[in-house]
């Protein structure tokens, strides 16, 4: 069981915890502040009393025993049922000599990891559509001289990807004249249109 902490007008629902060394909850910031009986519930308790699962109350105790032995931040990220949780221990310094308590923040990344997963998605279609059309492309930054080639960008040259180093030049060398003219037109136009501004 892990609280139903999920997007409300799409900001990222969080829940933050202080705990101490002997893992009870001593406090309790809840983003969704309807949930105050969810508070009442935890507040007082250890981890092994709030309701999670077996696997998940021995994964939150090794990874906060982790944080209070290193005093360094830990973080882990959990999939429960169809959501998905980042759960990050922050020790707490407040006496020199002794660790006492750490924040713990959870937060719902459900949406982040859809959003993710579908750009991954996204890519491969992109990179198999150009595959099967032949169709490369590149990315180059006049400013940095940052040029980027496709895998396909190569091929389309005949060369392996990352056989020869892309540079503008080398690209623009082997353009037809005509399509250079147009190019070279169109950067004209810009410059001028830059020096006016």
């Not at 990050?88 to 002794?98: A, F, G, L, N, S």
């Not at 923040?105 to 150009?130: C, H, N, P, Y």
């Not at 005509?178 to 810009?190: F, G, S, Y």
């Amino acid at each position: 069981m892990m609280p139903n902490i999920g997007k409300i007008n799409h900001v990222e629902e969080f829940l933050v915890l202080r705990v101490n060394r002997q893992h009870t909850i001593t406090h309790v910031i809840y983003h969704n502040k309807r949930e105050y009986k969810f508070r009442k519930q935890i507040l007082g308790k250890t981890f092994e009393h709030v309701g999670l699962e077996q696997d998940i109350y021995e994964q939150c105790i090794a990874h906060l025993n982790m944080a209070f032995a290193n005093l360094e931040q830990e973080v882990f990220q959990k999939q429960i049922g169809n959501k998905h949780y980042e759960v990050t221990y922050v020790p707490e310094e407040r006496d020199k000599e002794k660790l006492e308590t750490a924040l713990v923040i959870v937060r719902d990344i459900t949406a982040r990891k859809q959003i993710k997963e579908e750009l991954v998605r996204s890519q491969a279609k992109f990179k198999m559509a150009g595959k099967l059309a032949q169709v490369g492309y590149f990315e180059w930054d006049e400013a940095s001289g940052y040029v980027y080639w496709s895998d396909q960008q190569y091929r389309n040259y005949g060369y392996a990807p990352n056989e020869v180093t892309p540079t503008a030049e080398f690209f623009f060398s082997r353009l037809y004249p005509d399509d250079w003219n147009v190019i070279q037109e169109v950067l004209a136009k810009r410059d001028e249109k830059m020096q006016i501004e």
